[in-house]
């Protein structure tokens, strides 16, 4: 289960050099292609050493992608739909994990021999219209002129995100801003980008600290132990993936509106809520509806908060200069939390027993932090460029 999420660790942590290196696009491009790979690999694996490499080859294409991609989008927007457009990104993840729940559900229920096979396989499916689709794309016009020093590029893609008589002060803006520190990762940990370091590193750590994939990667199994049968533990837990995408949508209806900050509060407030009650309904073995309504409740706050601001926060918090290399910092706190998560579940719900209230109270417990932090730390970015931020974030 894990294999894939140490890939996507390596993805995230190195996916900011490609990105500086050959530009956003081309890197997104190449992350389609370990996608196609990886999916027809694990579809075909021969042995369980080949079906880990190749869901390890996928694993750091979609920490690759949690670099380049949130990176690309804050580049080519503007700043007052900055936060929705980046948010798209989050709501294409929900649709597919829903898509891939029903879809494995289909599978498993009319092929009868190795349905795990084609639940895998098709993935390439997508993969290849996506690896076509992106070559579509213009390059971002940041990259162009902080790192190609090409504004004669960078001025039709500028001229679809601002007005024409704003734009020689957006290029001035981006090239100052730009110019101020080398293009690496030492000057990344110079200490000058100390503040944005650690609002990344405490965004996307508390990410997993909620539980949320330890809710969706053994959701079937957390339903069985409530008594739910197999089959419908299956059917059910796609009901999660109706729920994410639902309150996605809202999230990213108020994201410009509401704010970042804003939402992070509302949804750390449902965390604490969802997670005690979950706690409470394994401990006192409450009725499966009542189990499956508080866990719900907790995917629609994580949805609506977590969900809809962490890709949107990181990307805007780092200047031009380091934003892909910052993104692959938070990107990877992110995916290095997700995999000890997943890889110590099975020892920790083999440790509780049958009944893993303990796990939720904790869960519920790193959530009244991440509360403090947002209330206290976090600062507001919604409406304001990105250099703007810059010299907030950074004086």
């Known amino acids: 289960m894990s294999m894939a999420l140490w890939g996507t660790v ?31 690999g694990s579809g075909l694996a021969w042995d369980p050493y080949s079906f880990s490499f190749f869901r390890f080859i996928g694993g ?60 895998l396989g098709v993935e390439a499916i997508p993969a290849a219209l996506y690896t076509i689709m992106v070559l579509t794309i213009p390059n971002s016009p940041r990259w162009l002129l902080v790192n190609q020093n090409a504004p004669e590029k960078a001025i039709p893609i500028l001229a679809h995100m601002y007005p024409k008589e704003s734009i020689d002060r957006v290029i001035s803006e981006i090239k100052q801003a730009g110019s101020k520190t080398a293009l690496s990762i030492q000057a990344l940990f110079s200490g000058k980008y100390r503040f944005a370091l650690l609002l990344a590193f405490l965004v996307a750590a508390f990410n997993q600290l909620s539980g949320i994939n330890f809710v969706f990667y053994y959701a ?72 499956l309504s508080f866990v719900l409740v907790f995917i629609a706050s994580h949805a609506i908060g977590q969900g809809a601001i962490i890709w949107v926060f990181i990307a805007e918090i780092f200047p031009n200069e380091v934003r892909a290399n910052g993104q692959a910092w938070g990107s990877g706190t992110h995916w290095v939390f997700a995999a000890l998560i997943t890889a110590i579940t099975p020892s920790c719900i083999e440790f509780v027993g049958e009944n893993p209230w303990p796990l939720f109270a904790f ?17 507001e970015t919604k409406g304001k460029s990105l250099e703007q931020l810059e010299k907030e974030i950074l004086s």
Do not use: H
């Open 220 to 291: 079937p199994r957390l339903l069985e132990a409530a008594g739910i049968g197999a089959d419908a533990a299956l059917f059910q837990s796609t009901s999660l993936g109706i729920v994410n995408l639902i309150f996605t949508i809202i999230g990213l209806s108020l994201i410009d509106k509401l704010g970042r900050k804003t939402l992070l509060i509302i949804g750390s407030i449902g965390y604490i809520i969802s997670l005690s009650t979950v706690s409470w309904a394994y401990y006192s073995s409450a009725s499966q509806l009542l189990l």
């Open 10 to 40: 390596i993805g995230a942590l190195f996916g900011g050099i490609p990105c500086d290196a050959i530009g956003r696009k081309k890197t997104l491009f190449w992350i389609g292609i370990l996608y196609f790979i990886s999916a027809l």
């Open 363 to 379: 869960f519920a417990s790193m959530m009244v932090l991440q509360l403090l932090f947002s209330l206290f730390l976090m600062p």
């Open 60 to 119: 750091v294409g979609v920490g690759a992608s949690s670099v380049a991609a949130p990176t690309y989008i804050a580049e080519i927007s503007s700043p007052e739909r900055r936060g929705r457009l980046v948010a798209l990104y989050q709501f294409n993840l929900v649709l597919g994990i829903l898509i891939a729940l029903l879809s494995n559900y289909f599978l498993g229920q009319y092929i009868q021999t190795d349905a795990w096979r084609w639940m």
